[in-house]
């Protein structure tokens, strides 16, 4: 019998230290957390007053998504379908929408909409050479003067010069100047 009590005595001696190791390492932050240091810098400085985390800074604006919504547009090269004697399809004569969101906010203000300039617009006339300056001349055509200007790609058939008449293929952009696709010179030959 004084085996069996011996072993209950040690087993509860054990217990009781194990307690004590587990109770006091939490505290002194020995099996993690930080507790322990906390505790121990109280006890060397007990006036000290406990360091905070610091403050996340609030954001000054908030924050604004926009997303814009595109479509494609056909806008076919100067000499597509015109070497068989068809037309080429003409541009869509509407721009593409945009499209804006925005978070409700409390102190949002209304930003302006952006507005997307106008497709241009292809035109087909004829006329005379009134005057070149450069890349640029104005014709005389049956609805009045046109400016024309000429693009790196643009097609010209035939001599361009002041009292020429010719045909003029293009799109008329928003200050109604016509950018040229193609241009053909009645007589002149480089067909």
């Known amino acids: 019998m004084t085996r069996r009590a011996a072993l209950a005595i040690a087993l509860c001696l054990t217990t009781i230290v194990a307690f004590f190791i587990v109770a006091y390492g939490s505290r002194s932050g020995l099996f993690g957390g930080d507790h ?16 905070q985390p610091p403050a996340l ?30 037309t080429a399809p003409r541009p ?22 952006p507005t997307s300039p106008p497709a241009p617009k292809g035109v087909e006339f004829s006329g005379e050479i009134t005057a070149i300056s450069g ?16 693009a790196p790609n643009t097609s010209v058939h035939g001599e361009l010069e002041v009292g020429a ?7 008329q952009s928003a200050d109604g100047s016509v950018v040229a696709s193609e241009v ?5 030959g480089d067909d």
């Open 57 to 86: 800074a609030a954001p000054s604006q908030p924050e604004v998504i926009e997303q814009y919504v595109y479509r494609d547009v056909y806008v076919p090269s100067p000499d597509s379908g015109t070497a068989s004697g068809t």
């Open 92 to 113: 869509p004569q509407e721009s593409a929408p945009v499209t804006q969101t925005k978070p409700p906010g409390p102190a949002a203000t209304a930003a302006p909409q």
């Open 135 to 150: 890349s640029i001349f104005t014709v005389d055509s049956g609805s009045g003067q046109l400016t024309v200007k000429l």
């Open 165 to 171: 008449t010719v045909h003029v293929h293009g799109f």
């Open 36 to 51: 322990g240091a906390d505790r121990a810098a109280a006890q060397v400085d007990p006036t000290a007053e406990p360091t």
């Open 184 to 188: 053909e010179v009645a007589g002149g």
